[in-house]
C-alpha cells in the first residue's frame, strides 16, 4: 500500500516535468482568499505545526466518505503526532501514516474513491492511495504547487485556505529517495475548528 509508493512511482517524474514545481505561485482560488473566521468551521481543519497553523477547509460536496472519515479519525486525535514521512519539494508533502513508513493506515475501512472534476493545485488536500482507487484510509497530501497531473486519479478532500507559508515551511525530502524524510516534521495537533481554541 504505497502512495504511498505510487502516486510517485508512476506520476512523480511526469508532475515534475509538467511544472508542479510552481511553489511560489500565488493562489488563484477564491478558497484560498476566504476569511477562515467565515468558513463553515464543523467542516474546517487546524493543522498545527511547529511552524505554525495550516487551516484546512473541507469538502465533503466533493468527497462525503473521505472527509466523514478524516474528521472522525481527527476527533479521535489520530493524526496528532504524526510526521510528514513523504514531502517532495514542488510536489507535495504527505502524512497521515501512523507508522511513518508510508505504508501504513487506521485501522478503519477503506474509502472508495470520490474522483471529481476539481483540480489539483497549489493548497489542494488529496488523499493518498495504493494502485487499487479503493484503498485510500487515513494518509493525505498537500500539494506545494500545481498536479493537474492527478485530476480525476486521486480524491481531493479539501484546500489550505490560510497557513501556506506554513505548508511551505515543512522538511523536504529526498527526491532520490522518492521524498523520504529524515528527521521529518510531524502535526503537533490536528483538531475540528468548531469548538477548537483560536491561535
Do not use: W
Not at 8 to 29: D, H, M, N, Q, R
Not at 136 to 162: E, M, P, R, W
Request: aromatic share 8%.
Amino acid at each position: 500500500m504505497t502512495f504511498y509508493g505510487t502516486i510517485i512511482g508512476a506520476g512523480l517524474a511526469l508532475g515534475l516535468a509538467f511544472g508542479c514545481a510552481a511553489v511560489s505561485a500565488a493562489p488563484a482560488e477564491d478558497t484560498q482568499k476566504q476569511d477562515p473566521q467565515k468558513q463553515d468551521l464543523k467542516n474546517t481543519i487546524y493543522l498545527d505545526t511547529k511552524d505554525g497553523r495550516i487551516t484546512i477547509l473541507l469538502r465533503p460536496d466533493l468527497a462525503p466518505k473521505h472527509v466523514a472519515q478524516i474528521e472522525a479519525l481527527t476527533k479521535k486525535g489520530f493524526y496528532n503526532g504524526l510526521v510528514f514521512h513523504r514531502v517532495i519539494d514542488g510536489f507535495m508533502a504527505q502524512t497521515g501514516d501512523p507508522t511513518g513508513t508510508g505504508t501504513g493506515k487506521s485501522d478503519l475501512p477503506d474509502i472508495p474513491a470520490e474522483f471529481s472534476g476539481e483540480a489539483f493545485k497549489r493548497g489542494t488536500v488529496g488523499m493518498a492511495r495504493s494502485q487499487d482507487p479503493d484503498s485510500a484510509n487515513s494518509q493525505f497530501f498537500i500539494c506545494f504547487g500545481d498536479a493537474s497531473f492527478l485530476n480525476h486519479k486521486y480524491t481531493i478532500v479539501g484546500q489550505v485556505v490560510a497557513g501556506m507559508e506554513v505548508v511551505d515551511k515543512i522538511k523536504k525530502g529526498d527526491k532520490a529517495d522518492n521524498g523520504a524524510v529524515t528527521s521529518p516534521d510531524k502535526i503537533v495537533k490536528m483538531q475540528i475548528a468548531a469548538g477548537a481554541p483560536k491561535k
